[in-house]
């Protein structure tokens, strides 16, 4: 069992910065995937940015603005966000997949204001 704490959420204007973290409880060396996730108000959940074996994808929406990394000796994930815009309001989760398992945390929300 593996659990997930993600911290770095808030409020911030329009243009500003965040970097989102997700500590993960055991190792996530072996995680087939790690990613993060947002869902905001009345909207789907909805993929952010996934690291898959040696790929990274992000959705068209943040691309070159989000960057994921990992910290396996930290056993963390982080994403960070710069630019950001008043529609990237959401609560973010952050997602591993560890063999057959999948994990989520409980989202952190942020909320970038005009």
């Known amino acids: 069992q593996v659990q997930l704490v993600e911290s770095g959420g808030g409020l911030v204007q329009a243009g500003g910065s965040l970097r989102l973290s997700c500590a993960a409880s055991g190792s996530i060396f072996s995680a087939n995937a790690m990613g993060w996730y947002r869902q905001a108000p009345g909207k789907q959940r909805e993929s952010v940015a996934v690291i898959t074996g040696g790929s990274t994808n992000y959705a068209d929406s943040v691309k070159g603005r989000f960057t994921i990394s990992r910290d396996n000796a930290k056993n963390t994930v982080y994403l960070q966000m710069n630019s950001l815009k008043p529609e990237d309001t959401a609560v973010y989760y952050c997602?591993?997949?560890?063999?057959?398992?999948?994990?989520w945390g409980q989202g952190t929300q942020v909320t970038v204001s005009s």
């Open positions: 997602r591993i997949v560890l063999y057959e398992y999948i994990y």
